[in-house]
């Protein structure tokens, strides 16, 4: 039984090696190997995910029900794997670049990795707790990780005060849905005896708060866009996306687990509703006015949020356009911001300004970038409309068709600042105008693989979404009763 | 992957190789030969593929898949395709037409600076056409659509330095936009109808065509106007055809493919395709019926007044495909299709013979416009591979007996006229009387047209530059065409023959398995013989008779005649050489008013009502952005009491709410 | 409401209070470390919590969630004093009203 359990999570427990040799590594100055180890465990971990074995595509639970693991958890998997792998391609070249050199963020990369891995694919309320800070605390150093910067100083104290804040909040609710349940385990939770002791509303409002503020929503967004504009670009990227994603999953899991058994569900997703409105709003209205490109990345990936929270929503197929949105956010984000990385100089900000005319100056540059920032805005044929689309059919599905509409609409008006971004690149010049120089040829690989992914997902969004209909399915999310 | 999906998948595959070459290598751009092969072998390796599954069809459509585009759980759309009776018919139409237009299009692009480009919207052409026929539900059928569109707007402004040309091509798509915006209406109904009907929302015309449309007439209604209307924009009718006549703007095998053999005739093949709904929509049918006979008529009298001998041919396509809603219009889909493949033989041969022409008049430099019948004459002497081809298709669209357009001329007008005497509505004989006319019309320009051209007087001073015979890679589809123009209608022989039996297209394979419906003209019954040979004989007469005083009057005046047809005709020859003014209208009613409006009224408006609000809406954003931003503090202090008040605010609504 | 005994209000309530005072700590003060006590103060009222809970539902998994909190506050700890020194260093001072370079 035991060595069954272990067997169900080799992956992670292979991610965690990878970090450990890192960091012994890192101890014994064999530096330059590094980049590729993390790389081989970010793969390997995927691979060892793939649900090779028979009967490894239904979701199974470990560890006396504490973990999911299999099949569609396998995928969540290797989606939050793939964003380690493809931080790995900026930022090697962005270090060496801003002659920052710093070596453990590869372990921390890891960490941060395997907490998200534990949070997306927890059944009990504890492993969520864990992973959560486990990814968090990871997160706080990378902010934090250029110690001589003050800018990187600021994004790592408010990253860090704020997060421990929301955290004192998400555990509070945890233990109060504990009292009231018997139980932090969502297999065992006693939902008439929750509801009875008059904790279940005050948990869940807690548990909430925990991850609203992780996926930054408003109004437990305003942490975002200081820490992105302070942290290292690509590792920005990597926090816009990876956690994010982990972060949705896990809260999906959760309004799924918990929410078709209690009665007050309606007000819940009420509740999220409404500021899923606010956050596309928001997110979309100041993103407007940035100078700076990761500002505005920050606080399109707010608006981002807003669109997720959405489909949120929507129950099983919410959760299910939420999933694919993140993975198809996660490839277009890494991209954007591993490309603001790019050409970037060295402690300087990217500012919009700079970029002027890069398109003409280097039109592949401006290519990759113009397809990033037109799935961002969600155009067609680029995987972008795609995840967009699902999650609207599904807020409609569900009955949210003013919601829906809400957000068509700020997503439409939302398009204008990522196009003008582009219009910025190819038809405006400037007096100090910025140079892509990559010091290796990794992040071109990494764009040009991100960018072939999204033009293929947006042609042939089937390929993704067939397998995940296929894994939801045997998951057993659609047997219970959507709201 | 099926082997079939490659019909699909060559034609793009061509259009892209072309496309990225082209694109990035200098010196591929030159190499005409390879281009030209190579766009030929994409369109040619199809037609082979569609031949082999027509000559092995045995009674069951084939179906095959590329893959599938959205899953989810309610909405499947697949890149589905059918090959049954009619899609495999007009597949072989385009594919094989257009296989021939593409040899020719060699030669006739020759030193073109925009060769490859060409040869790449050729291929994108023929990708989204397939799409469009081949298509099993209607969102592919609508992608080939605005595809078709695209390619022919891309075409048409091929030569886009000269301004005329991108007008040409501004007018197609906005005419086309209008019908495109119907098709989108009819999508959405239908797509609500089948999911109102079965609780399965499709665009599967399996689905559709399975539905009883005679339940409920007013979505029936709603769906055949709203096509139709849709078939009036691609299919140049009443009111949106004026965009046809001045596509003639762009490159000769373009106006031969699109804008006369294939594109033109998708309108009808759609129809054809949901003749089932048609049907249960008499209303429709009527005015689709008269609203075809008014353009056929309406186009063949501006034609006789044209002296541009492409101006020629794209009025009497235009006046062809009114014939072919005539036909629609009585319910007689296969008749339709039938014209659509005899039209397609001879108007593409005689548009191509056109481009031989107007090849060999540019030649000698002695005239200003190569494309004057005026300035032409006795090239039979000069060019015989265009002339005699030209000559038997001018003969088979004047409906002489026995080559390919009597017989499906015929048909139609017989159809209608039998509609008239079974349904015993009275607007089926003013129909056919109107067509009869034209038909008698028809003989006559198209005459006319080949005798100014080809015989008289040598109405041009060559200098020595002679008009020569155009290159091997022109005339071998002159030939091939012109043999189709003669023969192709001996697949439709008339009713009257064993019963229609020995009708091939409409007994034996379009209508044989129920792929295109028949329902309408079977419940109404043959005339009788004698009727039918008498409608036979009158067809013959006024084909023969329009040409035997055509070629007697023009013999005897030459270009002469046309003065005097002007003396007699007054003020009418004055408003056919005007187009009857149909242009100066639509500038008049719907332009003009436009743009005064625009000057006067809505400037007004614009200015300080849709400015106010644009701009209004953009000074909101930046304000909104500008006060919002402000809640961005930068103060920790500030972001925690943020969060603070979001609880507060969140477990407030959540107890007492 | 009898599923619980009335002693455990008492409990529940000073725990309560502990998370309000720690919350008004973080609103009020600016001193970064004492900010960072007060957000321990409210984890160390969610101990409270789960040990009564743990202790009143006769149940392991709370005070096993209590040792987890514990271990986070600590590692948290680690971090956070270490971005609050490398702060100090390039700055000379930890009042977090004087970090404000990121605005709007």
Sequence with gaps: MFNQDLIHIIPILFLIATGLLLMMLDAFKVRSVLPLIAGIGFVGTAVLALPLQEGMDVQQLAFNKMIFTGGLASLVTILLSVSGLFTLFFLSDFLKRQEKPIYDIYALLVFAVVGMILLANANDLIVTFIGLETMSICLYIMAALFKRDLKSNEAGLKYFLLGAFATGFFIYGIALIYGGAGSTNYSSMDFARLQESGLLLPGMGLILIGFLFKVSAFPFHAWTPDVYSGSPTPLAGFMATGSKAAAFIAFGIFLNKTLPDVVVNEKIYNVIGVIALLTMIYGNVVAVQQKSLKRMLAYSSIAHSGYVLLALCAGPEGLMAAVFYMFIYTLMNIGAFGMIGMAELKDQDADLDGWKGLGMRNPWFGAAMSIFLFSLAGIPPLAGFMSKYFVFISAIHAKYTLLAILGIITSVAGAFYYIRVIVSMFFQTTEKPVEVKTSNIYPTIGVGILAALLLLFGLYPAAFTSQLDHLFVLADYFTQATP | ?657 | MEIFEPNLYLYLSVSAVMFAIGTLGVLTRRNAIVIFMCVELMLNAVNLTLVTFSRFLDDAAGSMLVFFVMCVAAAEAVVGLAIIIALFRNKRDIDVNNFNLFKW
């Excluded at chain 2, 075409?155 to 005419?175: N, P, R, S, T």
């Excluded at chain 2, 039209?343 to 005239?367: Q, R, W």
């Excluded at chain 2, 697949?491 to 007994?507: A, M, Q, R, T």
């Excluded at chain 2, 639509?586 to 000057?599: H, Q």
């Design chain 2, 1 to 657: 992957m099926d082997i079939n999906s490659l019909i699909i998948l060559l034609p793009l595959f061509g259009a892209a190789i072309i496309g990225i070459l082209g694109f990035v290598s200098e010196s591929f751009r030159k190499q005409e030969a390879l281009i030209g092969g190579l766009g030929t072998l994409m369109v040619a390796v199809p037609f082979g593929l569609i031949l082999m599954n027509f000559l092995g069809y045995h009674e069951h459509p084939v179906h095959f898949r590329i893959f599938d585009w959205i899953v989810s759980g309610t909405i499947n759309v697949s890149f589905g395709y059918t090959l049954d009776e009619l899609s495999l018919l007009m597949g072989l139409i385009v594919t094989g037409v257009g296989s021939l237009i593409h040899i020719y299009s060699i030669g006739y692009m020759h030193g073109d600076k925009g060769y490859y480009k060409f040869f790449l919207y050729l291929n994108l052409f023929i990708f989204a056409m397939l799409n469009l026929i081949l298509g099993d539900n209607m969102a592919v059928m609508f992608l080939g659509w605005e595809g078709v569109g695209a390619c022919s707007y891309f075409l048409i402004g091929f030569w886009y330095e000269d301004m005329a040309k991108a007008a040409a091509a501004q007018k197609a798509f906005v005419a086309n936009r209008i019908g495109d915006f119907a098709m989108l209406a009819a999508m959405f109904l239908i797509f609500d109808y089948t999911g109102k009907a079965t609780g399965n929302y499709s665009l599967n015309f399996s689905d559709i065509l399975g539905l009883d449309w005679a339940a409920d007439s007013a979505p029936t209604f709603w769906v055949a106007l709203l096509v139709f209307i849709a078939a009036t924009g691609k299919s140049a009718q009443i009111p949106l055809y004026v965009w046809l006549p001045d596509a003639m703007a762009g490159p000769t095998p373009v106006s031969a493919l699109i804008h006369a053999a294939t594109m033109v005739t998708s309108g009808i093949y759609l129809i054809s395709r949901l003749g089932e709904i048609f049907i249960h929509a008499e209303g429709v049918m009527a005015f689709i019926g008269i609203m075809g006979a008014l353009t056929a008529l309406l186009a063949a009298l501006i034609a006789i007044a044209q002296n541009d001998i492409k101006k020629v041919l794209a009025y009497s396509t235009v006046s062809q495909l009114g014939f072919m809603f005539m036909a629609l219009g009585a319910g007689a889909f296969t008749t339709a299709i039938f014209h659509v493949m005899t039209h397609a033989f001879f108007k593409a041969c005689l548009f191509l013979g056109s481009g031989s022409v107007i090849h060999a008049m540019d030649h000698t430099h002695a005239v200003e416009d190569g494309q004057d019948i005026r300035t032409m004459g006795n090239l039979k002497k000069y060019m015989p591979a265009t002339h005699i081809t030209f000559f038997v298709s001018t003969l088979a669209i004047a409906g002489i007996p026995l080559f390919s357009g009597f017989f499906s001329k015929d048909e139609i007008l017989g159809k209608v006229f039998a509609n008239g005497l079974m349904g015993g509505e009275f607007i089926y004989y003013l129909v056919w009387i109107i067509g009869a006319f034209t038909a008698a019309l028809t003989a006559f320009y198209m005459t006319r047209v080949y005798f100014l051209t080809f015989r008289g007087k040598e109405r041009f001073n060559a200098h020595g530059h002679d008009p020569h015979e155009s290159p091997a890679t022109m005339t071998i589809p002159l030939y091939v065409l012109g043999f189709l123009a003669v023969v192709g209608g001996f697949v439709g022989l008339p009713e009257v023959f064993d019963h229609g039996h020995l009708n091939w297209i409409s007994h034996h394979w379009l209508g044989h398995h129920g792929t295109v419906t028949m329902e309408h003209t079977e419940d109404l019954g043959h005339v009788s013989a004698g009727i039918e040979w008498a409608l036979i004989l009158f067809s013959s007469l006024i084909a023969i008779g329009g040409v035997y005083f055509a070629w007697n009057f023009y013999t005897k005046h030459d270009l002469e005649g046309d003065t005097i047809i002007k003396n007699k005709l007054g003020k009418l020859y004055d408003w056919m050489g005007n187009k009857f003014y149909v242009d100066e209208l639509y500038e008049f009613v719907l332009i003009k008013p436009f743009v005064r409006a625009g000057t006067d009224v809505i400037m007004v408006f614009d200015k300080y009502v849709l400015d106010g609000i644009v701009n209004g809406i953009g000074s909101l954003t930046l304000f909104l952005a500008d006060v919002f931003k402000r809640i961005q503090t930068g103060y920790v202090g500030n972001y925690a009491l943020m969060i603070v008040a979001g609880v507060m605010i969140l477990l407030t609504y959540l107890f007492f709410f």
